[in-house]
């Protein structure tokens, strides 16, 4: 069982920036697809950004420019460096891994994000 543990959530003003991290225990990370979905109150799950094993990066259109993934497969971790965050931004922001090879994926806990204007 693969268990993910995210950090770096919290307040801040329109503008502003936060980095999630997000550490993942499992041997196969480097060969794993990991990302960041997001959810706010009422909505539905969506797809933040993912980073494949091969480093190819997926944003969603809202992000673009503001949002950079990055993986670090020697600490196990996958990190968001969010910047211009504005107020649709809030939400709870998941960890994500998924393992091509068997289609099993993987969520954290969560990590609360929230913007004020």
């Known amino acids: 069982q693969v268990q993910l543990v995210e950090s770096g959530g919290g307040k801040v003003q329109a503008g502003g920036s936060l980095r999630l991290s997000c550490t993942a225990s499992?041997?196969?990370?480097?060969?794993?697809?990991v990302g960041w979905y997001r959810q706010a109150p009422g909505r539905q799950r969506d797809l933040v950004a993912t980073?494949?094993?091969?480093?190819?990066?997926d944003y969603a259109a809202s992000v673009k420019g503001r949002f950079t993934i990055s993986r670090d497969n020697d600490k196990n971790t996958v990190d968001l460096q969010m910047n211009d965050l504005q107020v649709e931004d809030s939400a709870v922001y998941f960890c994500?891994?998924?393992?091509?090879?068997?289609?099993?994926?993987?969520w954290g806990q969560g990590t609360q994000v929230t913007v004020s204007s």
């Open positions: 499992t041997s196969k990370f480097d060969i794993s697809t």
């Open positions: 980073i494949t094993a091969g480093d190819l990066r």
């Open positions: 994500y891994l998924l393992q091509r090879w068997s289609n099993d994926q993987y």
